[in-house]
C-alpha cells in the first residue's frame, strides 16, 4: 500500500497562489506516475497535472500556464504551484500515485485539501 499526505491548502483570495505538497510513504517503489485531481461537490473528479518518474508531464487545459507540478523522486514527494487563482479553482485537491501492474493500474490517493479562492 501507499499512503499519500497532502500539506498546504487554504483560503486565498483571487489572483493569489498556493503550493500544494504530497509525501508518498510505504509500498512507494515503482510508483510510475503522480499527480493531482480536483472534485467539486456534485462534480466528478477530474485531473488537473501528472508527471512521469522522468519527468513528463500534463495539465488539464484550465491550467493555462498558471500551475506548475514538480517531483522529487528520492524525496517520493509531488508538488503543485498555483498561481493567478481564480474562484473557479475552489475544490478539494487530491494527491495520486498511480503503479503500473502486469495485471493493471493501482491508483492511491490522498485524503484531499482543500482549496478555497475568494475575497
Known amino acids: 500500500q501507499v499512503q499519500l499526505v497532502e500539506s498546504g491548502g487554504g483560503l486565498v483570495q483571487p489572483g493569489g497562489s498556493l503550493r500544494l505538497s504530497c509525501a508518498a510513504s510505504?509500498?512507494?517503489?515503482?510508483?510510475?506516475?503522480m499527480g493531482w485531481y480536483r472534485q467539486t461537490p456534485g462534480k466528478q473528479r477530474e485531473p488537473v497535472a501528472t508527471?512521469?518518474?522522468?519527468?513528463?508531464?500534463n495539465y488539464a487545459i484550465f491550467v493555462k500556464g498558471r500551475f506548475t507540478i514538480s517531483r522529487d523522486n528520492a524525496k517520493n514527494t509531488v508538488s503543485l504551484q498555483m498561481n493567478s487563482l481564480n474562484p473557479e479553482d475552489t475544490a478539494v485537491y487530491y494527491c495520486?500515485?498511480?503503479?503500473?501492474?502486469?495485471?493493471?493500474?493501482?491508483?492511491?490517493w490522498g485524503q484531499g485539501t482543500q482549496v478555497t479562492v475568494s475575497s
Open positions: 495520486n500515485a498511480v503503479k503500473i501492474r502486469l495485471v493493471g493500474r493501482s491508483d492511491y
Open positions: 510505504g509500498s512507494i517503489d515503482n510508483i510510475s506516475v
Open positions: 508527471i512521469t518518474r522522468v519527468g513528463g508531464i
